[in-house]
T-cell receptor, first 114, second 118 residues
């Protein structure tokens, strides 16, 4: 049973560019959440997708956008990259059933903005 | 607003010592969920445990145990007889009930770096 997968694993971009990160959820999961983890910090919630719609959003600017596809996979897009966007981007998938839900995380994409 | 505090930034122990990682949380909800995750150097967050706010029963899983106390808003994690492989960053996280279809977002603490020396 494959876990959460993310691509690419590493990425280097320059300021002002745009980037797209991809996530495939764990089998049977229908909800995808994205987090940004700066060096030495805890992950910060960006947004969550369910049924192809953004259900919840954290305190991130509109430069951060996302999408969920019918197969539940998801993309995170960041426009007009800033140096401060350099971080580990984590995707988590989950499935809510019988009042139980656990988010399982992928290995992350390390983004460096120069 | 929900908040999680892990006051211990770094802990260093020698193998076979017991170690407790502290976690204090703040929430206005009466229904919420607490989690512990482990992050090894590879970066992937590994789920360890979930606890519901209405279940204060402590839990033991092998060398791991968790002490949940609503009265002090704490959810501490103890590793007994620590091993070098336990070296990692440990995160405590909180999720409030976002409605009938999800726990919603996770709010993480800053993490505790645990180093176990041989």
């Amino acid at each position: 049973d494959a876990g959460v997968t993310q691509s690419p694993t590493h990425l280097i971009k320059t300021r002002g560019q745009q980037v797209t990160l991809r996530c495939s959820p764990k089998s049977g999961h229908d909800t995808v959440s994205w987090y940004q983890q700066a060096l030495g910090q805890g992950p910060q919630f960006i947004f969550q997708y369910y049924e192809e719609e953004e259900r919840q959003r954290g305190n991130f600017p509109d430069r951060f956008s996302g999408h969920q596809f019918p197969n539940y996979s998801s993309e995170l897009n960041v426009n007009a990259l800033l140096l401060g966007d350099s971080a580990l981007y984590l995707c988590a998938s989950s499935f809510f059933f019988a009042n139980q839900e656990t988010q399982y995380f992928g290995p992350g994409t390390r983004l460096l903005v120069l | 607003a929900q908040k999680v505090t892990q006051a211990q930034t770094e802990i260093s122990v020698v193998e076979k010592e017991d170690v407790t990682l502290d976690c204090v949380y703040e929430t206005r909800d009466t229904t919420y969920y607490l989690f512990w995750y482990k992050q090894p150097p590879s970066g992937e967050l590994v789920f360890l445990i979930r606890r519901n706010s209405f279940d204060e029963q402590n839990e033991i899983s092998g060398r791991y145990s968790w002490n949940f106390q609503k009265s002090t808003s704490s959810f501490n994690f103890t590793i007994t007889a620590s091993q070098v492989v336990d070296s990692a960053v440990y995160f405590c996280a909180l999720s409030e009930n976002a409605g009938g279809t999800s726990y919603g977002k996770l709010t993480f603490g800053q993490g505790t770096i645990l180093t176990v020396h041989p």
